[in-house]
């Protein structure tokens, strides 16, 4: 079974740019491109994967666009576009030319108003997706799901998916509020998330495997195998685990489902999700 990586990511190391790689990450602090990832696909048994923006800019939908073009197992582009603009319509209408462009995301998990996602001119831009065929990626951090139900529900037809799991303090086994508050979400049909974004959320050093189960427990309790899908967070998950250590949890703990849920999961999902069009 080939598989598809549903969130990865390219870059041009640029200090400012990438100013969020600190000190402790340093081993992240350089380019990652395509070829770089297509050796450790393969190697993994991957066929493609999604690509997802890092910087929000325009300037990232170029080179991410580029890249995709250049590169035929990058199945997908999420991007990024000013949401709040009053010109969002004409540059979603602009992105429209790219089959690989599939989808958009802002980095809520940034911003100091805690519920941004709920600002009338970003639920306006929101509103606009669908018209296009686009889905959009939630990043956001545990504190903001309590915004996430709200958010969705007034948007029943477009695609969503939670990228990382929402980030749960794994690495102080916090779970009961996290749990509480996105086991809410799986009554949304419309919803998907992303297994993706542990390594990084756990202790760099010390995680066990084992750490991330009760996590995939609830996740697959709240979404079910129809609307999960793997993602790597490569190359930022080296800082905390390789690819290989990455793939090898999910793989383990999915080891005991049917082969048919394992490839929902690996593939189909993500293939649909992102309207990518099969072989």
């Known amino acids: 079974m080939l598989k598809i990586d549903s969130h990865q990511h390219f ?16 081993v992240i602090r350089q380019d990652f491109m395509p070829v770089d990832l297509e050796p450790v696909l393969k190697t993994n048994g991957f066929d493609g994967c999604i690509t997802v923006q890092s910087d929000q800019s325009e300037k990232e939908n170029d080179f991410q666009l580029n890249n995709a073009k250049n590169n035929s197992f990058i199945k997908g582009v999420i991007g990024w576009v000013d949401l709040q603009s009053e010109r969002v319509e004409e540059r979603l209408g602009h992105y429209h030319q790219f089959e690989k462009m599939k989808g958009f995301r802002h980095i809520l998990q940034g911003e100091l108003q805690r519920d941004f996602m709920l600002r009338p001119y970003f639920l306006n831009g929101i509103s606009l997706l669908k018209k296009y065929g686009y889905t959009y990626d939630v990043l956001i951090f545990p504190d903001q799901l309590n915004y996430v139900a709200d958010f969705v529900s007034r948007f029943p037809n477009q695609p969503f998916v939670i990228d990382h799991i929402a980030k749960p303090g794994i690495k102080n086994n916090e779970i009961n509020t996290w749990k509480k508050n996105i086991s809410a979400l799986g009554k949304f049909e419309n919803v998907f998330c992303k297994v993706s974004g542990m390594v990084t959320e756990a202790n760099w050093k010390t995680w066990k495997p084992t750490d991330f189960y009760p996590y995939i427990d609830v996740v697959v309790e709240t979404f079910g195998m129809d609307r999960l899908m793997f993602g790597s967070d490569w190359p930022v998950c080296n800082v905390a685990a390789n690819y290989k250590q990455v793939v090898t949890i999910t793989e383990n703990y999915f080891a005991t489902f049917s082969k048919n849920e394992q490839q929902k999961f690996f593939r189909e999902n993500a293939l649909r999700f992102y309207n990518i069009p099969t072989p």
């Open 11 to 26: 870059w041009k190391y640029d200090p400012v740019e990438y100013d969020w790689i600190d000190d402790d990450m340093a």
